[in-house]
């Protein structure tokens, strides 16, 4: 039943991920960073601690109480899942959501499945599996060996988003990706799913603020499993961190680009801007929400990262078949994306087989 609700929940959030994109298409007039942001501080700074708030009384006293040195590794593995999450939004405006989200989860997925087992052969950890002992056992080889696989999966999508460009005019690939940009979004892409996974390291390094208040609430109700919502407090500290990151960069484009007016701009529709840019944000934090539900019922191990990634990368080419990304080219370029995520989903189930052995 645990592993049924794990399952549950994690589709939810990488639904839900797969998703939030779509809210920012909605947005009129305003540059990239000026929605970015505000979506942004719905989802790292307002939207988590509401979530810590209603979910985890005194989550802020667990916070305070904490050690500094799992406060600052925690608050700097969020800075680098920043630069990944600000990234990922540059791979999706220059590759569209089906393509870029393929590569930039693709690599999400691989890094992030093995992240912290690296973690726990520098930090040992009992009850943890470290990437050593990954290499020594039968099931640890057989989810390195879907890593590969998804690394695979990932170049298939890569060739088929190099078809699509040679096979498209510069106006149709603009009629369903207006900044399509291969080269650019390649690179973006890349460097985005690799640091992006670090999101899971976070997680491993605030796990002892987890703890503490999924041990308060099994005092008060003992017997009743593990706590579903123990991740929210680790959660804000991250996204502090992918804030900051965030703020400084969005904050520099405004100011080179002087589109810091965008939010005074009548022309615009201001209201509706900043409506979708928040349900973009809210969207794109119930992920974690739901994330933290999944692994609080399977553990986070490399089964649950890459499940929650497979959701996510199943949903975005759900919403690129529906905004067109794919039309006008032939069937053999269709054929190409298709394989490339068949064989990304086929790593999930390989990592699945050997998270269980």
Same mark, same amino acid.
């Given at each position: 039943?645990?592993?049924?609700?794990?399952?549950?929940?994690?589709?939810?959030?990488? !639904?839900?991920?797969?998703?939030?994109?779509? =809210?920012?298409?909605?947005?009129?007039?305003?540059?990239?960073?000026?929605? &970015?942001?505000?979506?942004?501080?719905?989802?790292?700074?307002?939207? =988590?601690?509401?979530? +810590?708030?209603?979910?985890?009384?005194?989550?802020?006293?667990?916070?305070?109480?904490?050690?500094? #040195?799992?406060?600052?590794?925690? !608050?700097?593995?969020?800075?680098? &899942?920043?630069?990944? $999450?600000?990234?990922?939004?540059?791979?999706?405006?220059?590759?569209?959501?089906?393509?870029?989200?393929?590569?930039?989860? $693709?690599?999400?997925?691989?890094?992030? +499945?093995?992240?912290?087992? /690296?973690?726990?052969?520098?930090?040992? @950890?009992?009850?943890?599996?470290?990437?050593?002992?990954?290499?020594?056992?039968?099931?640890?080889?057989?989810?390195?060996?879907?890593?590969?696989?998804?690394?695979?999966?990932?170049?298939?999508?890569?060739? +088929?988003?190099?078809?699509?460009?040679?096979?498209?005019?510069?106006? #149709?690939?603009?009629?369903?990706?207006?900044?399509?940009?291969?080269?650019?979004?390649?690179?973006?892409?890349?460097?985005?799913?690799?640091?992006?996974?670090?999101?899971?390291?976070? /997680?491993?390094?605030?796990?002892? %603020?987890?703890?503490?208040?999924?041990?308060?609430?099994?005092?008060?109700?003992?017997?009743?499993?593990?706590?579903?919502? #123990?991740?929210?407090?680790? !959660?804000?500290?991250?996204?502090?961190?992918?804030?900051?990151?965030?703020?400084? &960069?969005?904050?520099?484009? *405004?100011?080179?680009?002087?589109?810091?007016?965008?939010?005074?701009?009548?022309?615009?529709?201001?209201?509706?801007?900043?409506?979708?840019?928040?349900?973009?944000? @809210?969207? &794109?934090?119930? #992920?974690?929400?739901?994330? $933290?539900?999944?692994? *609080?019922?399977?553990?986070?191990?490399?089964?649950?990262?890459?499940?929650?990634?497979?959701?996510?990368?199943?949903?975005?080419?759900?919403?690129? /078949?529906?905004?067109?990304?794919?039309?006008?080219?032939?069937?053999? @370029?269709?054929?190409?994306?298709? +394989?490339?995520?068949?064989? /990304?989903?086929? *790593?999930? !189930?390989?990592? $699945?087989?050997?998270?269980? %052995?």
């Amino acid at each position: 039943m645990n592993a049924l609700l794990g399952v549950i929940f994690h589709s939810i959030g990488g !639904f839900a991920s797969g998703s939030f994109y779509m =809210p920012y298409n909605k947005v009129k007039g305003w540059a990239w960073e000026s929605y &970015w942001i505000i979506g942004g501080l719905f989802s790292w700074l307002i939207v =988590p601690p509401l979530a +810590a708030y209603l979910t985890i009384p005194d989550f802020g006293n667990i916070i305070a109480g904490s050690s500094s #040195q799992i406060l600052s590794i925690t !608050f700097i593995m969020g800075l680098l &899942w920043g630069i990944g $999450g600000l990234t990922y939004g540059l791979g999706v405006r220059y590759l569209g959501m089906s393509l870029g989200n393929s590569v930039v989860l $693709g690599f999400c997925a691989a890094f992030g +499945a093995i992240v912290p087992s /690296i973690y726990y052969n520098i930090n040992p @950890t009992v009850g943890k599996i470290s990437f050593t002992d990954m290499m020594a056992t039968g099931g640890g080889k057989l989810v390195l060996l879907g890593v590969v696989v998804c690394l695979i999966g990932i170049a298939i999508s890569g060739k +088929a988003g190099m078809m699509k460009e040679n096979e498209l005019s510069k106006e #149709q690939q603009k009629a369903s990706v207006a900044e399509f940009s291969l080269v650019k979004g390649l690179i973006i892409a890349v460097i985005s799913g690799i640091l992006s996974s670090f999101f899971n390291f976070g /997680i491993e390094a605030g796990k002892p %603020m987890a703890e503490v208040a999924n041990g308060l609430w099994k005092a008060v109700n003992p017997g009743e499993g593990e706590f579903l919502f #123990q991740n929210n407090v680790t !959660f804000v500290v991250i996204l502090w961190g992918g804030l900051t990151t965030n703020l400084i &960069w969005t904050t520099i484009l *405004s100011l080179k680009n002087k589109t810091y007016g965008d939010f005074t701009n009548r022309a615009t529709p201001i209201a509706r801007n900043i409506m979708f840019s928040a349900l973009a944000g @809210t969207t &794109w934090f119930m #992920q974690f929400f739901f994330y $933290g539900m999944g692994e *609080s019922k399977l553990g986070n191990g490399a089964s649950s990262w890459i499940l929650h990634m497979s959701t996510i990368i199943l949903t975005a080419n759900m919403w690129g /078949i529906y905004r067109k990304e794919w039309t006008g080219v032939s069937a053999k @370029t269709k054929g190409t994306i298709i +394989a490339g995520i068949s064989v /990304i989903i086929l *790593s999930v !189930f390989l990592v $699945g087989i050997g998270n269980s %052995m």
